[in-house]
Protein backbone atom coordinates (compact mmCIF):
# COMPACT_ATOMS: atom_id res chain seq x y z
CA UNK A 1 0.00 0.00 0.00
CA UNK A 2 1.69 3.48 -0.81
CA UNK A 3 -0.09 7.15 -0.06
CA UNK A 4 0.92 9.64 -3.02
CA UNK A 5 0.70 13.14 -1.76
CA UNK A 6 -0.28 16.83 -3.85
CA UNK A 7 0.37 14.01 -6.33
CA UNK A 8 3.90 14.25 -5.43
CA UNK A 9 5.23 13.16 -2.12
CA UNK A 10 5.13 9.50 -1.90
CA UNK A 11 5.63 6.87 0.83
CA UNK A 12 5.29 2.85 1.35
CA UNK A 13 2.27 2.29 4.29
CA UNK A 14 2.09 -0.80 6.08
CA UNK A 15 -1.62 -1.86 7.68
CA UNK A 16 -2.28 -0.33 11.38
CA UNK A 17 -2.03 -3.27 13.22
CA UNK A 18 -5.37 -4.60 15.17
CA UNK A 19 -4.26 -2.73 18.53
CA UNK A 20 -5.56 -0.36 21.47
CA UNK A 21 -2.89 2.21 19.69
CA UNK A 22 -4.73 3.77 16.81
CA UNK A 23 -2.79 7.24 15.21
CA UNK A 24 -2.68 9.20 12.70
CA UNK A 25 -2.58 6.96 9.67
CA UNK A 26 -5.75 4.88 10.99
CA UNK A 27 -7.37 8.80 10.24
CA UNK A 28 -6.00 9.08 6.99
CA UNK A 29 -7.15 5.45 5.79
CA UNK A 30 -10.02 5.98 6.94
CA UNK A 31 -10.50 9.81 5.82
CA UNK A 32 -8.05 10.27 2.79
CA UNK A 33 -9.91 12.90 1.70
CA UNK A 34 -9.89 15.20 5.08
CA UNK A 35 -6.44 13.99 6.30
CA UNK A 36 -5.41 15.39 1.98
CA UNK A 37 -7.34 18.53 2.31
CA UNK A 38 -5.39 19.00 5.68
CA UNK A 39 -1.96 18.50 4.44
CA UNK A 40 -2.51 20.33 1.40
CA UNK A 41 -3.41 23.29 3.75
CA UNK A 42 0.00 22.60 5.71
CA UNK A 43 2.07 22.58 1.98
CA UNK A 44 0.57 26.24 1.11
CA UNK A 45 0.73 27.49 4.71
CA UNK A 46 4.20 25.86 4.64
CA UNK A 47 5.36 27.56 1.18
CA UNK A 48 4.23 30.83 2.53
CA UNK A 49 7.17 30.69 5.37
CA UNK A 50 9.53 29.25 2.26
CA UNK A 51 8.80 32.43 0.31
CA UNK A 52 8.91 34.71 2.95
CA UNK A 53 12.51 33.46 4.35
CA UNK A 54 13.27 32.71 0.47
CA UNK A 55 16.43 34.82 1.05
CA UNK A 56 17.38 33.90 4.08
CA UNK A 57 17.07 30.09 3.51
CA UNK A 58 19.19 30.28 0.49
CA UNK A 59 21.99 31.93 2.44
CA UNK A 60 21.91 29.49 4.93
CA UNK A 61 20.60 31.39 8.40
CA UNK A 62 17.61 29.12 8.66
CA UNK A 63 18.66 25.29 8.94
CA UNK A 64 16.61 23.56 11.58
CA UNK A 65 13.32 22.16 11.97
CA UNK A 66 11.37 20.50 14.79
CA UNK A 67 7.99 18.87 14.42
CA UNK A 68 6.21 17.68 17.92
CA UNK A 69 3.58 15.78 16.30
CA UNK A 70 5.18 13.61 13.62
CA UNK A 71 2.09 11.64 12.26
CA UNK A 72 2.53 9.90 8.82
CA UNK A 73 5.57 11.88 8.33
CA UNK A 74 3.60 14.72 5.14
CA UNK A 75 5.02 17.74 7.17
CA UNK A 76 8.42 16.15 6.62
CA UNK A 77 8.43 15.48 3.47
CA UNK A 78 7.77 19.08 3.20
CA UNK A 79 9.58 20.58 5.56
CA UNK A 80 12.26 18.82 3.60
CA UNK A 81 11.30 20.55 -0.14
CA UNK A 82 10.68 23.89 1.19
CA UNK A 83 13.49 24.53 3.75
CA UNK A 84 16.31 21.73 3.27
CA UNK A 85 17.22 22.21 7.03
CA UNK A 86 20.33 20.99 8.23
CA UNK A 87 18.69 19.94 11.11
CA UNK A 88 16.02 18.33 10.92
CA UNK A 89 14.24 16.40 14.05
CA UNK A 90 10.89 14.62 14.32
CA UNK A 91 9.09 13.21 17.43
CA UNK A 92 5.52 11.64 18.02
CA UNK A 93 4.21 9.88 21.45
CA UNK A 94 2.88 6.78 19.49
CA UNK A 95 5.72 3.79 18.96
CA UNK A 96 3.83 2.79 15.77
CA UNK A 97 4.04 6.41 14.33
CA UNK A 98 7.88 6.27 15.23
CA UNK A 99 8.76 3.02 13.58
CA UNK A 100 6.61 4.57 9.83
CA UNK A 101 8.68 7.62 10.63
CA UNK A 102 12.08 5.75 10.51
CA UNK A 103 10.80 3.47 8.03
CA UNK A 104 9.63 6.57 5.61
CA UNK A 105 11.76 9.76 6.01
CA UNK A 106 15.22 10.40 4.51
CA UNK A 107 18.33 9.12 6.42
CA UNK A 108 19.11 12.94 7.58
CA UNK A 109 15.65 13.54 9.46
CA UNK A 110 16.08 12.00 13.55
CA UNK A 111 13.09 10.88 14.60
CA UNK A 112 12.55 9.13 18.00
CA UNK A 113 9.17 8.70 20.47
CA UNK A 114 8.45 11.60 22.81
CA UNK A 115 4.76 13.21 24.76
CA UNK A 116 5.39 16.58 22.92
CA UNK A 117 4.06 18.00 26.26
CA UNK A 118 6.82 16.56 28.55
CA UNK A 119 8.98 19.79 29.43
CA UNK A 120 12.38 17.78 28.40
CA UNK A 121 10.87 17.50 24.65
CA UNK A 122 10.68 21.23 23.03
CA UNK A 123 14.16 23.12 21.97
CA UNK A 124 15.16 25.79 19.65
CA UNK A 125 15.12 25.48 15.97
CA UNK A 126 14.46 28.25 13.22
CA UNK A 127 11.41 26.52 12.30
CA UNK A 128 9.14 24.73 14.48
CA UNK A 129 5.94 23.02 13.40
CA UNK A 130 2.83 22.26 15.72
CA UNK A 131 0.45 19.89 14.16
CA UNK A 132 -1.90 19.36 17.01
CA UNK A 133 -4.51 17.13 16.55
CA UNK A 134 -6.80 18.66 19.47
CA UNK A 135 -5.92 22.80 19.40
CA UNK A 136 -8.72 25.01 20.04
CA UNK A 137 -8.07 28.51 22.10
CA UNK A 138 -9.60 26.54 24.79
CA UNK A 139 -7.02 24.24 25.16
CA UNK A 140 -4.55 27.29 23.91
CA UNK A 141 -4.89 28.89 27.43
CA UNK A 142 -1.69 28.81 29.81
CA UNK A 143 -2.37 26.86 32.20
CA UNK A 144 -3.22 23.98 29.55
CA UNK A 145 -0.88 21.52 28.17
CA UNK A 146 -0.73 22.77 24.63
CA UNK A 147 -0.62 26.58 25.43
CA UNK A 148 2.29 25.70 27.82
CA UNK A 149 3.97 24.36 24.70
CA UNK A 150 2.92 27.14 22.83
CA UNK A 151 4.06 29.16 25.78
CA UNK A 152 7.41 27.21 25.61
CA UNK A 153 8.04 27.30 21.36
CA UNK A 154 7.23 30.97 21.22
CA UNK A 155 9.58 31.51 24.28
CA UNK A 156 12.43 30.31 22.40
CA UNK A 157 11.79 32.87 19.38
CA UNK A 158 12.21 30.35 16.21
CA UNK A 159 11.81 32.52 12.62
CA UNK A 160 8.50 30.49 12.17
CA UNK A 161 5.93 28.72 14.01
CA UNK A 162 3.13 26.53 12.75
CA UNK A 163 -0.47 25.71 14.17
CA UNK A 164 -3.15 23.71 13.67
CA UNK A 165 -6.60 24.94 15.09
CA UNK A 166 -9.27 21.96 14.74
CA UNK A 167 -12.47 23.98 16.18
CA UNK A 168 -13.85 24.23 12.85
CA UNK A 169 -16.95 21.29 13.46
CA UNK A 170 -18.02 22.05 16.56
CA UNK A 171 -17.89 25.72 16.41
CA UNK A 172 -21.70 26.41 17.12
CA UNK A 173 -21.23 24.09 20.49
CA UNK A 174 -18.73 26.25 22.17
CA UNK A 175 -20.32 29.64 22.17
CA UNK A 176 -19.92 29.48 26.09
CA UNK A 177 -16.03 28.05 26.49
CA UNK A 178 -14.65 30.21 23.74
CA UNK A 179 -16.79 33.93 23.86
CA UNK A 180 -14.82 34.24 27.32
CA UNK A 181 -11.34 33.86 25.27
CA UNK A 182 -12.43 35.36 22.20
CA UNK A 183 -15.87 38.16 23.06
CA UNK A 184 -18.85 37.88 22.22
CA UNK A 185 -20.00 36.58 18.26
CA UNK A 186 -16.69 34.89 18.18
CA UNK A 187 -18.18 31.21 16.94
CA UNK A 188 -20.90 33.30 14.42
CA UNK A 189 -18.31 31.50 11.81
CA UNK A 190 -15.22 29.88 11.55
CA UNK A 191 -13.64 32.84 9.79
CA UNK A 192 -14.02 35.23 12.83
CA UNK A 193 -12.90 32.72 15.23
CA UNK A 194 -9.63 32.08 13.01
CA UNK A 195 -9.19 35.84 12.78
CA UNK A 196 -9.80 36.66 16.78
CA UNK A 197 -7.45 33.28 17.96
CA UNK A 198 -4.54 34.26 15.86
CA UNK A 199 -4.90 38.07 17.21
CA UNK A 200 -4.80 36.93 20.98
CA UNK A 201 -1.72 34.53 19.78
CA UNK A 202 0.08 37.74 18.50
CA UNK A 203 -0.77 39.90 21.17
CA UNK A 204 -0.21 36.85 23.56
CA UNK A 205 3.37 36.51 21.84
CA UNK A 206 5.10 39.11 19.80
CA UNK A 207 4.49 37.49 16.42
CA UNK A 208 2.71 38.28 13.07
CA UNK A 209 -0.24 35.76 11.68
CA UNK A 210 1.50 35.59 8.07
CA UNK A 211 -0.81 33.33 6.40
CA UNK A 212 -3.20 30.32 6.91
CA UNK A 213 -5.12 27.73 4.63
CA UNK A 214 -8.22 26.28 5.90
CA UNK A 215 -11.09 23.58 5.43
CA UNK A 216 -14.29 23.06 6.88
CA UNK A 217 -12.23 20.57 9.41
CA UNK A 218 -8.48 22.31 10.38
CA UNK A 219 -6.66 25.47 10.19
CA UNK A 220 -2.74 25.49 9.57
CA UNK A 221 -1.31 29.18 10.58
CA UNK A 222 1.89 30.37 10.14
CA UNK A 223 3.58 32.72 12.43
CA UNK A 224 6.48 34.83 11.94
CA UNK A 225 8.13 37.63 14.72
CA UNK A 226 6.59 41.00 14.85
CA UNK A 227 9.81 42.46 13.92
CA UNK A 228 10.50 41.02 10.71
CA UNK A 229 7.68 43.84 9.53
CA UNK A 230 5.21 41.20 8.11
CA UNK A 231 1.61 41.97 7.86
CA UNK A 232 -1.61 40.23 9.67
CA UNK A 233 -2.10 37.50 6.36
CA UNK A 234 -5.47 36.16 5.35
CA UNK A 235 -7.43 32.71 5.61
CA UNK A 236 -7.47 31.29 2.43
CA UNK A 237 -10.30 28.60 2.45
CA UNK A 238 -8.92 25.67 0.65
CA UNK A 239 -10.92 24.03 -2.01
CA UNK A 240 -9.74 20.78 -3.87
CA UNK A 241 -8.98 20.75 -7.03
CA UNK A 242 -8.31 17.18 -7.12
CA UNK A 243 -7.70 14.54 -4.47
CA UNK A 244 -4.58 15.97 -2.42
CA UNK A 245 -4.11 12.46 -0.43
CA UNK A 246 -4.68 8.95 -2.93
CA UNK A 247 -4.12 5.63 -1.01
CA UNK A 248 -3.35 2.68 -3.81
C1 LIG B 1 -2.44 15.47 13.11
S1 LIG B 1 -1.30 14.17 13.39
C2 LIG B 1 0.19 14.81 12.71
C3 LIG B 1 0.31 14.59 11.22
C4 LIG B 1 1.66 14.97 10.69
N1 LIG B 1 1.88 16.39 10.76
C5 LIG B 1 1.90 14.48 9.29
O1 LIG B 1 2.27 15.26 8.43
O2 LIG B 1 1.71 13.29 9.04
C6 LIG B 1 -1.03 14.27 15.10
C7 LIG B 1 0.01 13.29 15.62
O3 LIG B 1 0.32 13.69 16.96
C8 LIG B 1 0.59 12.56 17.72
N2 LIG B 1 0.39 12.98 19.12
C9 LIG B 1 -0.77 13.18 19.79
N3 LIG B 1 -0.53 13.58 21.06
C10 LIG B 1 0.83 13.64 21.18
C11 LIG B 1 1.70 14.01 22.24
N4 LIG B 1 1.23 14.35 23.44
N5 LIG B 1 3.02 14.00 22.00
C12 LIG B 1 3.52 13.64 20.79
N6 LIG B 1 2.74 13.26 19.76
C13 LIG B 1 1.42 13.27 19.95
C14 LIG B 1 -0.34 11.49 17.21
O4 LIG B 1 0.22 10.20 17.43
C15 LIG B 1 -0.43 11.85 15.72
O5 LIG B 1 0.46 11.04 14.99
Same mark, same amino acid.
Given at each position: +?????????? +??????????????????????????? =????????????????????? /???????????????? =?????? !?????????????????? !? =??????? @????????????? %???????????????????????????????????? +? =??????????????????????????? !? @??? %??? !?????????? /???????????????????? +???????????? @????????????????
Amino acid at each position: +MKATILNEFE +MGLVEPQDTDETWFLDWVLRSPKHAGD =HLACSYKTFGAIASFYEEEIL /LGNITSVKEYFGGMGA =HALFAQ !ELFQPTDHAVTDYSAAAV !E =HLQRVLP @GNVRVWQADAYDS %ETPWMADIAILDFGDLTVFKAQQDQPRGKLLDTVFG +M =HPNAVTITDIAARYLHLQKRSYEPLLG !E @GCC %ESY !EEYLERFSRL /LEDRYGYVMLQANYTRWSTV +MAFVPQDTGAAH @GEFHKYVSPLPALVIS
